[in-house]
């Protein structure tokens, strides 16, 4: 079930990743009267930093302009490493996308790192998770 | 940021390919068909994505950057109440918001359930032919790692004992004893860097990778699982 205006996903939630919280959210949640932001942020829990971290964010609908281009269909932002214990929040602009009209969109945040940068000789797999919620256009 | 590996995530279904084609329009628009033999079909794109880096100099003064970023979904026959689901992206975020997208639409608009497939790879190196073998992950319940490489398998001590056995109950009550996290694999006609990962994942270390050459790949892996399901129904 999709919720409104944020989304969480942290232990015990299922899919959740280990020590590792991501959440998102758009402020104002009603994009009626032109723009907002969308905040993703990751909590580092572990004993060591996790590298790599890509952020990915979709408008479902394509309803919400992504960080003032209309023609982009997803928005990517990356960041070399999260150390232990810190927050990385990251901000970018959302808009309303006059051309698809629609009530509502719903906008999906991926994460994935590595939770190692020991990588040369083990390339290993980024671990990943993603979550949703939708914002009112109208 | 820029691409290096195609990852493909597998799931098993018990949808048509007409619901997967129906759910797949509920999802992107104006995306192409192609069907191969007759057990694939598979449904690409290309997202219009951009990138921003971390707040540096580059950064402020270059922008952003668009990118023609390619993706897919592929729909696998196994028999008449089976089928797999394969998601295909060139960055693990992609993937990850794809494949929770799409599950939904099948689960919420069409009630069928997307269960995440996880490759029996004790079997699967046992149909190996010894050039594709590139090498191993070996994994035991202390959380010790162990990377082979060179096709070399360690020898047949206590340890390393049941590397062909897929029962993970086994290896939980034998925390010591290794099984295999991942097989490194050289497959299709390019002999392309592949991992294949126990739970469902598979990279190709080639992004360039043609459509075909992808779906090549997939029937070599495919015949890895349906030779585990055949065992398991066994």
């Known amino acids: 079930m999709t919720t409104y205006c944020k989304a969480k996903l942290s232990y015990p939630t299922p899919k959740h990743l280990p020590a590792v919280d991501l959440s998102a959210e758009a402020r104002p949640c009603n994009l009626a009267k032109g723009s907002g932001t969308h905040t993703t942020t990751i909590s580092n829990h572990r004993s060591g930093s996790i590298h790599n971290i890509d952020i990915c964010v979709k408008a479902k609908a394509k309803a919400v302009i992504l960080d003032g281009k209309p023609g982009a269909t997803e928005y990517k932002h990356g960041c070399a490493s999260i150390r232990s214990g810190m927050q990385y929040p990251?901000?970018?602009?959302?808009?309303?996308?006059?051309?698809?009209?629609?009530?509502?969109?719903?906008?999906?945040?991926?994460i994935s790192f590595n939770g190692s940068s020991y990588t040369d000789t083990n390339p290993g797999q980024a671990e990943s998770a993603s979550i949703g919620f939708t914002v009112d256009l109208i | 940021m820029l691409p290096i590996s195609l990852i493909a995530s597998w799931f098993r279904t018990?949808?048509?390919?007409?619901?997967?084609?129906?759910?797949?329009?509920?999802?992107?628009?104006?995306?192409?068909?192609?069907?191969?033999?007759?057990?694939?079909?598979?449904?690409?794109?290309?997202?219009?994505?951009?990138?921003?880096?971390?707040?540096?100099?580059?950064?402020?003064?270059?922008?952003?950057?668009l990118f023609d970023n390619r993706r897919a979904v592929i729909w696998k026959k196994v028999d008449d109440h089976n089928s797999h689901l394969i998601f295909l992206s060139l960055f693990a975020s992609?993937?990850?918001?794809?494949?929770?997208?799409?599950?939904?639409?099948?689960?919420?608009?069409?009630?069928?359930?997307?269960?995440?497939?996880?490759?029996?790879?004790?079997?699967?190196?046992?149909?190996?032919?010894?050039?594709?073998?590139?090498?191993?992950?070996?994994?035991?319940?202390?959380?010790?790692?162990?990377?082979?490489?060179?096709?070399?398998?360690?020898?047949?001590?206590?340890?390393?004992?049941?590397?062909?056995?897929?029962?993970?109950?086994?290896?939980?009550?034998?925390?010591?004893?290794?099984?295999?996290?991942?097989?490194?694999?050289?497959?299709?006609?390019?002999?392309?860097e592949t991992i294949?990962?126990?739970?469902?994942?598979?990279?190709?270390?080639?992004?360039?990778?043609?459509?075909?050459?992808?779906?090549?790949?997939?029937?070599?892996?495919?015949?890895?699982?349906?030779?585990s399901e055949r065992s398991r129904s066994a």
């Open chain 1, 90 to 110: 990251h901000s970018f602009p959302i808009s309303v996308n006059a051309a698809v009209p629609s009530q509502s969109d719903e906008l999906v945040t991926g």
């Open chain 2, 14 to 65: 018990s949808a048509t390919s007409e619901i997967f084609k129906a759910a797949l329009d509920e999802y992107v628009e104006g995306a192409t068909v192609e069907r191969y033999e007759t057990d694939i079909q598979v449904i690409h794109w290309r997202e219009n994505t951009v990138f921003t880096f971390e707040d540096n100099e580059w950064s402020k003064n270059e922008g952003s950057l």
């Open chain 2, 94 to 192: 992609s993937l990850a918001h794809l494949t929770r997208s799409v599950t939904q639409i099948f689960e919420t608009s069409y009630g069928v359930e997307v269960q995440p497939l996880e490759f029996k790879l004790g079997k699967g190196l046992v149909k190996c032919a010894p050039y594709v073998l590139a090498g191993a992950e070996l994994t035991n319940f202390h959380n010790d790692k162990l990377v082979f490489q060179g096709g070399i398998l360690p020898p047949n001590e206590d340890f390393f004992d049941h590397l062909e056995d897929d029962d993970i109950e086994f290896f939980r009550q034998h925390p010591h004893k290794f099984y295999l996290s991942k097989l490194y694999l050289r497959l299709g006609e390019l002999m392309t």
């Open chain 2, 196 to 227: 294949l990962s126990r739970e469902g994942l598979l990279i190709l270390n080639d992004p360039d990778l043609s459509l075909a050459e992808v779906v090549g790949i997939i029937y070599d892996v495919e015949d890895v699982i349906s030779e």
